[in-house]
Nanobody, 124 residues
Framework: QVQLVESGGGLAQAGGSLRLSCAAS????????MGWFRQAPGKEREFVAA???????LYAGSVKGRFTISRDNAKNTVYLQMNSLKPEDTAVYYC??????????????????WGQGTQVTVSS
C-alpha cells in the first residue's frame, strides 16, 4: 500500500506560479509511475501530467509549456511546478501512483493510489 499526501495549493493571480508537492510512503517509490490530475467545480477529473519510473514525462495539451512534473526519489516526492497560471487552472489537484504506466497515464480514474487533493485557485 502507498499513501500520498499533497501540499502547496493555494491562491494565485493569473500569470503567477505555484509548486505542488506529493509525499509518498513506502520503500518502492522509485518503481512507481506518478501523476497529477485535477477536478474543477462541476467537472469530471482530468489528466494533467505524469512521470514514469525512469523519468519519461507526459502532459495534457492544456498545460504543456506551463507546467513541469518532476520527482526526487531520495525524498519520495513528486512535484508539479505551475507557471503562467490561468483562471481555468482552478481545481482540486490530486496526486496518483501506479506501477502500471498505461493505467496511470491513459485513464483518469483507475490509478492504484490517490492522495486527498489540494485546492488551487487562480484569480483573474
Amino acid at each position: 500500500q502507498v499513501q500520498l499526501v499533497e501540499s502547496g495549493g493555494g491562491l494565485a493571480q493569473a500569470g503567477g506560479s505555484l509548486r505542488l508537492s506529493c509525499a509518498a510512503s513506502g520503500r518502492t517509490f522509485s518503481s512507481y509511475n506518478m501523476g497529477w490530475f485535477r477536478q474543477a467545480p462541476g467537472k469530471e477529473r482530468e489528466f494533467v501530467a505524469a512521470i514514469s519510473s525512469i523519468g519519461t514525462t507526459l502532459y495534457a495539451g492544456s498545460v504543456k509549456g506551463r507546467f513541469t512534473i518532476s520527482r526526487d526519489n531520495a525524498k519520495n516526492t513528486v512535484y508539479l511546478q505551475m507557471n503562467s497560471l490561468k483562471p481555468e487552472d482552478t481545481a482540486v489537484y490530486y496526486c496518483a501512483a501506479d506501477n502500471n504506466w498505461f493505467r496511470l497515464a491513459r485513464d483518469s480514474n483507475r490509478a492504484a493510489y490517490w492522495g486527498q487533493g489540494t485546492q488551487v485557485t487562480v484569480s483573474s
